[in-house]
Structure formats: structure tokens, C-alpha cells
């Protein structure tokens, strides 16, 4: 780990004014990332922001009926929520399918979205990866790429985006609130927060320097039964092979979102419109293009088998 | 080596031994405890060597560490509290788990510094060898450790599990959301995945947890 | 003590402390965290200094040169250390290592230690590593089994762990009956490389005094870590203290020193105070030994009866120049009858990280195949499973029908074990039984390992309070052997549990077996017998006894009528005794000894997505008397836990481009964690073994692990009809064979 200053923030003012002054400083807040690359020099900040005890950790109900999520709220919290295993069962269910119950106290909802890659060659330093050191090379391509992307991915990078969360976040359209250092606020709508790899790996998500998130912001509940289907070699603390979200609506309708298969959480809109008739046509579509390799070419068949498990589910399950 | 007539203690002494020097870095400030944790943390000035306060097992410390020493290795290295194990620094085994504010954490990924004000627990403040935790007694009953490493962190990974399901929290093998959790065979082994035990002790693990959750009923 | 001829009645045999399922005396300490762990022996030596490993980045080649600038000044560092400025570094005559544990210039492998940074703190240390730049010359190695097969020379092995295998071995004519046979099965199989994965990583503080050397260090092997790391620093071994009281799980990782060890060494002596060195988690896997891959062929010949009268198994595997195979074909030339037979082991070199003992080293891979083989070869035949098995039975070593088992169970394991899992409610017809969205299987294998003899000593004292110390320098490595020690002190000795205070781990000990191999339970035990023996004849003499009738018992001594307390024996200086049990090979060799079991397992396997899950367990296992039943059913749960992990997870997976194992930490290389263990049955027969020792007893940790994955792998054929016979069996290989989801 490289030294570094370190400084705790009382206001997103003051995080975003520390940002500022520090060019090559990072939030910390669950740790259970940053730290981690930290300690392999991967992440190398030269000032630490402390903003975990920024006051953002309330889930709030919306005037239009949905949920705000405040960006420290820890995995447990949100997975607990009465609201959210209620009316968003499908985010409580990735939550839980995610890492173990300790990560799940220290991770935050922001930290969550944030998290980088679990592709080995991303971890060894001493492998060329570009998402790590841009221009070096992607080890991954011709190596060991099991678990990495199958579609969405670059001649640049297979890498896929870890977190369950996420997934459950694209599925219900969240849209994700920062605050910038000059003080301007957006919403980034949770399909355009992150990014694919394209020549570019070296960026994971659209957020500049001393952007922080401020929350994560749901929509009024869409009904319908919901599902988080992990699929792993071990049964817990395994990061997915694949992963289906889904809503299932009484007529069949719904809307369905992949884990493990991109670098990005991966949802087709169009391929939605095919769930009365079947896994087989929505993945066709959710998949086209899709460019496995020898290694990870049985995440299609799992996909479309998965997804058609969801569905056989979806017919016996209350809405 | 301790000679045998010495016997009735040297099992006693075997313990103390780990904790008599305190490096010179700690400042014990005996009464800070009742800081309550809810207070905002004072802001810090940019340093790579910083203070920080928390309590552990009841006691108030005060450190100077440098910036990238992680709560374990404060623990382990400063306070020479080597319950708390490390067997991956990576947050990939648990045996680091130790309970901050009621709630288990890993203490391999977090910083010393983001302490500030914490009630920490580990191993050495549940029990002792002549006062046992219900937990550590029934991991020795139910012969729930073999080579002992992963051991701390089970035994506090499963205290405060158990007070998570009291609190409903859902976990993976939480069949309906809805409804608050019960401690099934099922739900204790998913909640209890994050500590590995490579040894394979976890069929009886499981076995000391439930006796223990039966008997807080 | 002499052992060479079987043990008679003896003062074991009371069994009024041994054979109790007693909870483990360091329970107390482990459970508290009080045991010390190498690492953290704050107590030993003051001024401790963080010493932290450099690995190479390359597989094979050369160092052309460092840049060590940076790192040597940034803050805190103490020293830097390489092949350049370590001494005179010569590799162990005993050549238990094999790759050097300094590497320079040449690499041998990827990982392999190449600089260590002492600095003051641990922070400092680890990020002034990173600072050293290094300058390769790389070559071209050998990373890829399947491609260097043809290369393979029948070699033959020795796992160092009581499992050999001759190059190529001929009984009868396997050909011949092969040929004839009317039904047949010839199948190939895979085993990849697995990993250790011990809690605790390899550890050491070294300090040095003048020229004598103390390492707390973590190791199965005593003696063998005092003998190879004086003998790699080139002192004398007795300037070399080596103290290992606790151990965070071995399994063959800590049976040989590692660069901790060394790298503590001469970092404390480049820093000139004393340095703790710990290797870094996602090291592990490539610095260290691992489990070698294999590739194994097997060819059964039967009479539509079932009989075998033909069997044959060829093993590949792949190590560095100089290294133990995997010598996967042990077992087979024991475990079944059958007239012809044909064995080999072929030896590809590989430039990974040399292949290590791993629980059950050979069988443990062997089982994994042939238990599969078994379970084919019986569907063929349209035979149960377990009857197959019993069918071919042998009393006798099958390779030398005049040389009897001294005892073996196996069909009495398989036929109560069938009876206790409810086996009759197996569907043979494969992928039948549904429970909801689950395929439900079930499986069986047996289970063998073979018992090892080695020979142990120790020395017991006796004090004027009545109070026994034992000291041996055998580990505990989460085997129980403070326990089942402490059991046998008591025991021999007459007194309490409590009166019995057990040592370990110190070479200043007697150099006991150690632990691997599962030799260390009956072993050590044999050894504190024989100096318990000696004690009680020094006890007799002291008290004017005979010490062939006198009784010890009740913490007395009594013959006749009398009756004196022990410790009065002891007198004010107390008595002390040191004896070493050693074997007769003539006589130990005139029977086979080996330990027998049969596993059973039912799995449930997602009928959409072929995730396996294992519903239940059972494991019944013969090994000689069980000294202490809970104990050793914690031995046998944690290698049938480790058996599903090689069965369903574990796939060190190697970068055949750039030679080294990818998913290097405990994220990406899984072993089971509790969701994936259900819960565990063990029965135990106890059947004392009086040509093992005077114990009784025979080795159990291993055998635990023997079969385990191949009953897994049959279980899963038997609830979804595929058959994967490339380990490990994951979605990637069922999904293409499962049923239409409807």
C-alpha cells in the first residue's frame, strides 16, 4: 500500500472540497474494495477521504412513491429494509446473494455500484491488464477466461462488473444521485452509470474526480414477483458465474437483467418483450452478439436455462 | 518452558504471555468509553501517521498508527491482541472477523483510522480460558475447531449472527422475505459462509451455534 | 523400544482415558485465542522487525538485475535481501524442497521468492517490496501436462508420505486378460491441481543470538525443518532452536520448509535483530508446493459375475525436474482382487511450482479415479455398487497372495455404511429421483489409505506433586495430539487428565514422527508409550516394586497390598524418562497394513443449472482403535469436507501461456465453505490393531479423504446420468446433459 494522507469528512460539501484539493485522493467508506486493491497497489490513492460518516445513510420514501437510498447505507440495511423486501424483493435478494454477512455490515450502497473487477489478471500486477494500466494489454484474452464477459466486451478487456446489487438496480431502473465538487448535482440513470470496456477499460463508470454519490434513487414499485438467481461453484461467498434479475408480472410480462456475462449489469429492453414466450427467445435476444470463448461459452446455455427456472418459478409464485 | 509444578497455571500463563509487553505506540485512556459513537467524529487534519481512539473489549486506546494499518493489524501488531487472526488480509476467510458496535466486520479491510470513537469486541473480550463464552464452551463441547486458526472468527462471527436473525435480518436462505427469519439448519450454514475453516470442522460448527441459539430461546 | 513382534495386553488396553471422546485439552486456548501462533509471539524477542516476500513475476528464465534504490530508501527499511547479498545458501541434502527458497538468478518458478524487505513496520515492508524493480531474462517452460504426456517417462514415485509406485509393474498377464475379459471398461480421468489453502499462511520470527538461531515458525516436520534450514544456512543444527507449538492447519503445506523460514533467517541477520516474516496470501499458491495435477487411465477386466481379473491404471503427472510425482496408483495394487494387473507412474517435468504432499498424497488422486472407474464398471455389469465392491474383496495382498492384510474391513465399512444411509433406496437408474427443482444421486466408494510406521520418541517426567510432563517435538496441527498424548500419559502413567502436562513442537524435544502421512497419532502416541514404560519401570524401582505386576492407577502405584502415591516416587529431583518406539520393517512388512472405509453421499444437483450440492454424508471407517473417537471423527468430517471441495470446487487453474496458477488467493481458488457441508455421519469399527503398535491404533486423518469426491462424482452420474470424469465437476460440464427444463 502506498502511503497516503488521510482526512474524515463531516458533509458531502467537505468531501467534495478534500476531492477537489487532492487530485489523486479516493472516498473510503466500506473499505471492502478500495482496501483490498489498496493493500496490492492496484488502487493507489495519495490522500483517503474518510466519508463514512457522512449523514447518507437513510433509506427515505420519494413523493413519487419510490425509495431513496442514501449512499452509506450498509448491504444489510438495504437487504433488511422492510420497504425494500416488500416491494423490491429482487434487490433484497441480490444483496444477500452477495459476499457474506460481515461484507454485507461494511459495504455501502454506493461502494457496492463502485466495486472493480474479480478478473485474476486485474488482481497480478504482474500481468498487463488495461483496466489496471491502460496501454499494457488484456492478459485475460487467451488465458483463463471462465468466469469473464461474454458479450459487451473489447479487444481491450473481458472483464465482468461483480456486484449482484447492481444487477437488481438495472432491473428496477434506479437512477444514481452524485453531487461534483463545484456543487452541481445529477442523476445518472443506473443503464448509463457504468460503462462497457470499449478502449477505455481504465473506466468503470461515467462519475469524474470528486464525484460523489449521494444516493441511489428507486422508482415507485413495479410489482410482480421477483427473483435473484445466482449461480456459483461454491454455495455462498462465490462471486456469480452468471445471475439472473427478474420481475415477473401475472401475464408473463416482466423485465430480466444479467450478472456475470459483461462488464456492465446487462439488460436487453427488447429482449423483455419476449418473456411470454420463453427463456429461449428472450436470451436469443438479451445474448445476439454474444462472443463467447471455448472456456465460458456454457454461460449462454446457463443463461437461457437459468432464466427458464425464474419462469417455471414465476407461474407458482404469489405476485 | 514452563517446568511441571508449575502445572495448574501454565495453561493460564500461556495466554498472558502473548499480552504482557504493549507497544509503546498505545496510550490506554481508561473512561473514554462512554463516548457515544453516534457523535460526529472530529474532522482530521492530512498526515500518513494519525491518532485514533476506540475501545476494545471494554477498554479505551489511544494510537498513533500510520494511515495504512489496517483495525487488524492494529489490533494484532499495536495492541497484541493476536486473537483476531489473518489468513488472508484479503477479506477471503473471516478469520479476521471481530464486532464493531454489535455488528461483525472484517477487520483486514478497514483502516484503524475510520475507528474513530468504535466499541470494538474480539476474541479476547468474549471469554477466557477460565471464563468461556457460552459460544467458545460449546465450540470446545461440539469440537467445533481443529487447528484453531479460523476459530476466533467463528466464534464471533456467530455471536453476532445470532443477534442478526433476532433483529430478522434475511439472508440468502431466507425462504420468504416477508416474514421474519427462523435459525433453520439452512440459514445458519449461509450465514455462517463468510468464516472458512479449511480443516472441515463446520458439520460440528454447526452443532455448538444451535446449541447455543437453543439455549438463548 | 523395539517394536517387532504384536503388541500384547498392555496397560492401553485399560481404556479408562484412551478411547474417550475427550474434548481437546488446547480447547480452552484456541477457542479464547490465547494459543500463539507463530506469527505473533510478541512475548519471545523484542524489537521485532517486518520482513515481507518479493515474487518473481516471471515463470522461468533469469534476473538479469535489480534496481533496489527505491526501495531501500523509503521509510523504515531496514534491509533488503537477495541471491546477492543472503551468504552462502546451500539447498538441503534431504532435498525435501526442491525449487531454491531464494531464487537468483535463475527462476524456477512463478512466485518463487526472490527478495525479502525488512523494514520497521509492516506498511513499510509491503510497499517497499513493490518498489523493487526487476529486470528479467524470461524463457520458454513446460506449463502444460496434457502437451508434455508424451514426454513422460514411467518413473515411478515416492510421496515422501508412504506412497509408492514403481515405473511399471506386471502381475500375471494384464494384457491377456484384458483381452478375454467379457466385460471391460477403460476410461481416462483428470484430477487438476489443488492448493493447501491452510488458515494460516506459512509464518516465522527468526532471531539470532551470536551465531545460534531461534525460529517460531509454523511446521508439521519438526526435525526436518531443524535439519534442512541448518543444513540451507549451512550451522550446525544444534545452534538451530525450532519452536512450532501451534500450528493453523497444515495438510502437507508445513510438512517442508518454505521461504518464511529462510527468509526470517537471513533477514533477521542482514537487519541484525530479530524479523517475522508471513507470506502474503496471494503468494501461496505459486511460492509454495501444491497438489499436481493427473492424468490416470483405467482398464478393469470382469467375468460377468463380477470378478476382476484384470486391472490396470497408468498415472501422469507433472513436477519440477527433480520433484515426487503424484503417485496416484498406489492404492490400486491393494484395494481389489484380480489375478493380472499392471501399473504405471510416468513423470512429466514442468516448469510450476513443484507438486507437494496434500492430504493423502497419491491416494487421495487415485481414489478420485479408480472409485469412479469402480462405480462404471459395476453399472456394466448391472451390479449394485457396494456388492460389486465387496465381490472383490481381498484378505491378501493381491500382488503377493502370501503376505495376509493384518486386517482389513472394507466390506464390513460398505455393508454397514449401505445399512445406515439407506442405500436400498438408491434408484441405479440414473437421473430418476426429483425433489422439486432438484436431480437427487447417490454414491458410494471406499476408502484406503495405507499405515504408516515411523519411529517417535519422547521424554516424560514425573514430579513430587505426581504431575506428568510429556515433551516430544511432535505438532499439533488441529489433529488432536495434545489430547490423545496427554490420554496416553494418563493412561500409562495412572493419573488424571489433569495431571498431565503435554509439550510440543520444540526441537530441543525428542524428534518425534511429526505429522503427516497420517502416521502422527499412533506414532507419537507409540513413542510416549515406550517412555512411559520407562518411567513406570523407574517408578517400580524407585518404590521397590516389580515393574511387570505393579498397577498405576488412581495417581497410585499399587502391587499386592500396597499402595504408594506416585508422586513419592518422584522425590524431591523427580524422575525423568526417554524412550523412542522404532519398528521392526521385517516384522511391520510381513503383513500389510492399511486403514479401509467406505463413503456414502447423496447429492442434489439444480436440475436447470447444475449446481451440486451435497445433501448428505456418511463415512464408516476401520483404522485400528480410535484413541479418542471425537477427535478422530473431526480428522475424518474435515477430509471428507476437503474431498467435496476437490470433488465439486478446487481447480488451481494453470496459465498454460505464462505458467502459473491464475487464481491465486482465496476469492478465485474455492473450497467449500459451511453452505456446502451438510451434516456429517462417521462410524467408527474399532478394531485394535496389535502389529501397528502398542497402541493399537493405525492412521485415520487421511483415509477420511480417500473416495470422498469419487462417491460425490458417482452420486451426481446417479442423480443426472452424466458422467464427468474430468475433476472438478462444475455446471459448465453437467449442463449440456441435463434435462429439458419444462
Keep these: 500500500m502506498k502511503p497516503f494522507t488521510f482526512e474524515r469528512v463531516r458533509t458531502p460539501a467537505e468531501a467534495a472540497a478534500a476531492a477537489a484539493r487532492n487530485p489523486g485522493s479516493k472516498f473510503i467508506a466500506g473499505g471492502t474494495n478500495l482496501l483490498d486493491l489498496m493493500k496490492l497497489e492496484i488502487e493507489a490513492p495519495t490522500h483517503v477521504i474518510d466519508v463514512s460518516r457522512l449523514t447518507l445513510d437513510k433509506i427515505e420514501s420519494t413523493p413519487d412513491g419510490g425509495l431513496r437510498i442514501g449512499a452509506l447505507v450498509r448491504n444489510t440495511e438495504l437487504a433488511a429494509d422492510e420497504r425494500v423486501r416488500r416491494d423490491y424483493g429482487v434487490l433484497s435478494r441480490a444483496l444477500v446473494a452477495g459476499a457474506t454477512g460481515q461484507l454485507r455490515n461494511m459495504a455501502t450502497t454506493a461502494g457496492n455500484l463502485l466495486q472493480r473487477t474479480r478478473c485474476p489478471y486485474f488482481y497480478d500486477t504482474n500481468m498487463p491488464c488495461n483496466k489496471r494500466n491502460p496501454g499494457s494489454g488484456c492478459s485475460a484474452i487467451g488465458g483463463f477466461t471462465r468466469p469473464l464477459a461474454v458479450i459487451g466486451a473489447s479487444d481491450s478487456c473481458i472483464a465482468t462488473h461483480p456486484s449482484d446489487m447492481a444487477v437488481a438496480m438495472r432491473v428496477l431502473d434506479a437512477t444514481v444521485d452524485t453531487v461534483r465538487p463545484d456543487g452541481s448535482t445529477r442523476a445518472i440513470p443506473i443503464a448509463d452509470f457504468h460503462r462497457l470496456p470499449g478502449d477505455q477499460p481504465h473506466l468503470d463508470t461515467v462519475l469524474t474526480h470528486g464525484e460523489l454519490i449521494t444516493a441511489v434513487t428507486l422508482p415507485k414499485p413495479i410489482g410482480g414477483a421477483h427473483f435473484y438467481h445466482k449461480v456459483r461453484d461454491r454455495a455462498s461467498y462465490a462471486f456469480a458465474l452468471i445471475s439472473v434479475a427478474a420481475v415477473v408480472q401475472r401475464d408473463g410480462t416482466g423485465r430480466v437483467a444479467l450478472g456475470g456475462v459483461a462488464h456492465k449489469p446487462w439488460r436487453i429492453e427488447a429482449a423483455e418483450a419476449e418473456m411470454p414466450r420463453g427463456a429461449k427467445a428472450v436470451t436469443a435476444i438479451l445474448l445476439a452478439g454474444a462472443k463467447p470463448t471455448e472456456d465460458n461459452a456454457f454461460k449462454l446455455k446457463l443463461v437461457e436455462r437459468t432464466l427458464a427456472a425464474v419462469l417455471a418459478d414465476a407461474k407458482g409464485a404469489p405476485q | ?217 | 523400544m523395539k517394536f517387532d513382534k504384536p503388541a500384547t495386553i498392555n496397560p492401553i488396553d485399560r481404556l479408562t482415558v484412551v478411547g474417550k471422546g475427550i474434548d481437546r485439552i488446547d480447547g480452552p486456548l484456541k477457542t479464547t485465542g490465547t494459543a500463539p501462533y507463530a506469527y505473533e509471539r510478541h512475548d519471545v524477542v523484542p524489537n521485532q522487525a517486518y520482513g515481507y516476500v518479493l515474487g518473481s513475476a516471471i515463470a522461468k528464465g533469469r534476473i538479469r538485475s535489480f534496481d533496489l534504490k527505491a526501495a531501500k530508501a523509503a521509510p523504515g527499511v531496514i534491509a533488503v535481501v537477495t541471491w546477492e547479498n543472503a551468504g552462502n545458501l546451500v539447498k538441503a541434502k534431504s532435498k525435501r524442497s526442491i525449487a531454491k527458497l531464494l531464487a537468483g538468478p535463475v527462476i524456477e518458478h512463478y512466485h518463487q521468492s526472490i527478495a525479502l524487505v525488512v523494514a520497521d513496520t509492516f506498511e513499510q515492508a509491503r510497499h517497499a517490496a513493490n518498489l523493487i524493480r526487476v529486470e528479467y531474462a524470461p524463457e520458454q517452460g513446460r506449463f502444460d501436462l496434457a502437451a508434455e504426456i508424451k514426454n513422460a517417462r514411467p518413473t515411478g514415485g515416492d510421496s515422501g508420505e508412504g506412497s509408492t509406485a514403481p515405473p511399471v509393474h506386471r502381475v500375471g498377464d494384464f494384457d491377456k486378460a484384458f483381452a478375454s475379459a467379457p466385460v471391460t471398461l477403460d476410461q481416462n480421468y483428470s484430477t487438476p491441481d489443488e492448493t493447501h489453502a491452510m488458515m494460516e499462511p506459512h509464518a516465522t520470527i527468526a532471531a539470532w543470538r551470536g551465531d545460534a538461531l531461534t525460529v517460531w515458525t509454523s511446521t508439521q516436520m519438526v526435525d526436518w525443518t531443524t535439519t534442512d534450514l541448518a543444513d540451507t544456512l549451512q550451522i550446525p543444527k544444534e545452534k538451530l532452536r525450532v519452536i512450532s507449538p501451534y500450528i493453523g492447519g497444515g495438510f502437507g503445506s508445513k510438512l517442508r520448509i518454505r521461504s518464511d523460514v529462510l527468509l526470517a533467517a537471513v533477514g533477521a541477520r542482514a537487519a541484525g535483530r530479530p524479523v517475522k516474516v508471513t507470506l502474503q496470501r496471494p503468494l501461496i499458491m505459486n511460492n509454495t508446493g501444491h497438489r499436481a495435477a493427473t492424468v490416470q487411465r483405467i482398464r478393469i477386466g470382469c467375468e460377468r459375475d463380477g470378478k476382476i481379473t484384470a486391472i490396470a491404471h497408468d498415472g501422469w503427472s507433472g513436477t519440477l525436474p527433480g520433484g515426487r510425482p503424484e503417485t496416484c496408483t498406489e492404492q490400486t495394487r491393494l484395494l481389489y482382487a484380480g489375478p493380472n494387473r499392471l501399473i504405471t507412474l510416468h513423470t512429466a517435468a514442468l516448469d510450476l511450482p513443484e507438486g507437494d504432499s496434500m492430504r493423502a498424497p497419491g491416494e487421495a488422486s487415485g481414489m478420485m479415479a479408480l472409485e469412479i472407474a469402480m462405480d462404471e464398471m459395476a453399472e456394466k455389469l448391472s451390479m449394485d455398487p457396494v456388492l460389486f465392491r465387496v465381490a472383490n474383496d481381498t484378505q491378501v495382498d493381491p500382488e503377493k497372495p502370501e503376505r495376509p492384510f493384518s486386517q482389513r474391513h472394507l466390506n464390513e465399512c460398505l455393508q454397514t455404511g449401505a445399512e445406515r444411509f439407506g442405500w436400498n433406496k438408491r434408484n441405479a437408474k440414473p437421473g430418476q429421483v426429483r425433489d422439486g427443482g432438484w436431480l437427487l444421486g447417490m454414491g458410494v466408494a471406499s476408502a484406503f489409505r495405507n499405515n504408516l510406521l515411523t519411529k517417535s520418541a519422547a521424554r516424560v517426567r514425573l514430579n513430587k506433586r505426581g504431575l506428568v510432563t510429556v515433551e516430544t517435538d511432535m505438532t499439533d496441527i488441529g489433529t488432536g495430539s495434545y489430547t490423545i498424548i496427554a490420554q496416553t500419559a494418563a493412561e500409562m502413567m495412572g493419573v488424571p487428565l489433569d495431571h498431565v502436562l503435554v509439550q510440543l513442537g520444540d526441537s530441543t524435544f525428542p524428534v518425534s514422527a511429526g505429522s503427516g502421512g497420517q502416521w502422527g497419532g499412533n506414532n507419537s502416541t507409540a513413542g510416549v508409550y515406550a517412555a512411559c514404560m520407562k518411567l513406570r519401570e523407574a517408578v517400580a524401582a524407585k518404590l521397590g516394586f516389580d515393574a511387570a505386576d505393579a498397577v498405576f492407577e488412581g495417581g497410585h502405584v499399587r502391587s499386592g497390598d500396597r499402595s504408594v502415591p506416585i508422586a513419592q516416587a518422584a522425590g524431591d529431583s523427580g524422575l525423568v524418562a526417554e524412550d523412542v518406539i522404532e519398528y521392526d520393517p521385517d516384522f511391520s512388512k510381513q503383513q500389510q497394513q492399511s486403514t479401509f472405509g467406505a463413503h456414502f453421499v447423496e447429492v442434489a444437483v439444480h436440475a436447470a443449472t447444475g449446481e451440486v450440492r451435497v445433501r448428505r454424508m456418511l463415512a464408516v471407517c476401520s483404522a485400528g482403535r480410535i484413541l479418542n473417537p471425537k477427535a478422530a471423527r473431526s480428522q475424518v468430517i474435515g477430509a471428507m469436507t476437503m474431498g467435496v471441495g476437490a470433488a465439486l470446487m478446487e481447480d488451481a487453474v494453470v496459465d498454460k501461456r505464462v505458467g502459473f496458477f491464475v487464481n491465486h488467493d482465496l476469492a478465485n481458488y474455492e473450497v467449500p465453505v459451511h453452505a456446502d457441508i451438510p451434516h456429517q455421519d462417521v462410524i467408527f469399527l474399532d478394531n485394535p490393531e496389535p502389529r501397528s503398535s502398542p497402541m493399537k491404533a493405525m492412521g485415520i486423518a487421511e483415509l477420511g479423504i480417500c473416495g470422498v469426491a469419487a462417491a460425490v462424482a458417482n452420486a451426481t452420474y446417479n442423480a443426472t446420468g452424466v458422467r464427468v470424469r474430468d475433476y472438478p465437476i462444475t455446471v459448465d460440464k453437467l449442463i449440456e446433459g441435463l434435462p429439458d427444463i419444462v
Aim: proline share 5%.
Design chain 2, 1 to 217: 518452558m514452563q517446568r511441571p509444578d508449575e502445572l495448574e497455571v501454565t495453561r493460564r500463563e500461556l495466554l498472558v504471555a502473548g499480552t504482557a509487553t504493549v507497544a509503546a505506540t498505545i496510550v490506554p485512556t481508561l473512561g473514554r468509553a462512554d463516548v457515544p459513537a453516534t457523535q460526529p467524529a472530529p474532522a482530521t487534519a492530512p498526515s500518513t501517521e494519525s491518532k485514533v481512539a476506540f475501545t476494545v473489549n471494554g477498554k479505551s486506546y489511544q494510537l498513533e498508527v500510520d494511515t495504512r494499518t489496517t483495525l487488524l493489524d492494529a489490533l494484532r501488531e499495536h495492541l497484541h491482541l493476536t486473537g483476531s487472526k489473518k489468513g488472508c488480509d484479503h477479506g477471503q476467510c473471516g478469520a479476521c472477523t471481530v464486532i464493531v458496535g454489535g455488528r461483525r466486520v472484517l477487520s483486514c479491510l478497514s483502516l484503524a483510522l475510520m475507528h474513530e470513537g468504535d466499541s470494538i469486541t474480539t476474541i479476547e473480550g468474549l471469554g477466557t480460558p477460565q471464563n468461556l463464552h457460552p459460544m467458545q464452551a460449546a465450540f470446545i463441547k461440539h469440537d467445533g475447531f481443529q487447528c484453531g486458526y479460523c476459530t476466533p472468527g467463528q466464534i464471533c462471527s456467530a455471536v453476532a449472527m445470532l443477534d442478526e436473525v433476532k433483529s430478522g435480518i434475511p439472508s440468502h436462505a431466507t425462504v420468504d422475505l416477508t416474514v421474519s427469519p427462523k435459525l433453520t439448519d439452512t440459514e445458519l450454514r449461509e450465514r455462517m459462509s463468510g468464516n472458512i475453516c479449511r480443516c472441515g470442522a463446520y458439520s460440528n460448527i454447526v452443532e455448538a451455534i444451535t446449541e447455543v441459539a437453543g439455549r438463548g430461546k
